[in-house]
């Protein structure tokens, strides 16, 4: 889990200079700085405290935009801040399910006999989803298998992404409360996960008035054959 007292500008910095450093090319890497250490740090210090990452909200950065749009940045800028900003936030701390810490205990032990069996042709993309000779997965191939998946199961056709949304809708059902779900899946806004809460409470109220419709029509059916519960009817 990300430190409770981490400040959003060491969490940017961070993303900039060990997360994205290696992973992206120079002359974006450098866009990237310029717009974090001379605009989004130096605001962010100054104007609002050095806030920590968990008490970030929407409204912080609207009001970034605003200060450096009166400031004479243009909105097309902006839209770069804000492209970066949203890039960093999207890096986030989760804890390792027991289940998962296993599955990809797997995968590494695999990985390492791949590369002993490929040597030198083995590519060292540093992904966990990959082909044995350690090139990724695309996105169209993942897209074919996870349509493949679901019809194989007779499950109703979805998007992969739409996952997110099932595994919202399940949490709900089971009790977490929207703020657990709207860390969870990395939700700026909890009027996001609002939304979800909103089509699964429909459905809940549904699934409870179908129940309720069933308890009467069962009583109503006692009452119309009472012979039939052990009870003898009047004389």
């Given amino acids: 889990m990300l430190p409770q007292k981490l400040s959003f500008t060491t969490?940017?910095?961070?993303?900039?200079?060990?997360?994205?450093?290696?992973?992206?090319?120079?002359?974006?890497?450098?866009?990237?700085?310029?717009?974090?250490?001379?605009?989004?740090?130096?605001?962010?210090?100054?104007?609002?405290?050095?806030?920590?990452?968990?008490?970030l909200q929407p409204i912080h950065l609207q009001r970034y935009y605003e200060f450096k749009l009166a400031s004479g940045l243009s909105g097309n800028t902006l839209r770069k801040h804000h492209a970066n900003i949203k890039s960093a936030s999207s890096y986030r701390s989760l804890p390792l399910m027991e289940k998962i810490k296993e599955y990809l205990e797997i995968i590494q032990e695999r990985q390492k006999q791949n590369k002993k069996l490929y040597g030198n042709d083995y590519a060292k993309s540093g992904f966990v989803c990959c082909w044995p000779n350690g090139s990724p997965l695309k996105s169209e191939y993942l897209n074919h298998k996870f349509k493949q998946l679901l019809s194989e199961n007779d499950l109703p056709p979805i998007r992969f992404h739409d996952l997110r949304h099932s595994i919202a809708s399940y949490l709900l059902k089971h009790g977490m409360s929207l703020k657990e779900i709207q860390v969870w899946l990395g939700h700026a806004d909890i009027g996001t996960t609002a939304n979800i809460y909103s089509h699964v409470d429909t459905e809940m109220k549904k699934n409870t008035a179908q129940k309720i419709h069933d308890l009467f029509s069962k009583n109503k059916s006692k009452q119309a054959n009472p012979a039939k519960e052990g009870i003898e009817p009047d004389e």
């Fill in 11 to 55: 969490f940017l910095l961070d993303w900039l200079n060990n997360v994205i450093k290696n992973n992206v090319e120079t002359i974006t890497w450098e866009s990237y700085e310029l717009v974090i250490t001379k605009h989004s740090v130096p605001y962010m210090r100054t104007q609002l405290n050095d806030i920590p990452l968990h008490e």
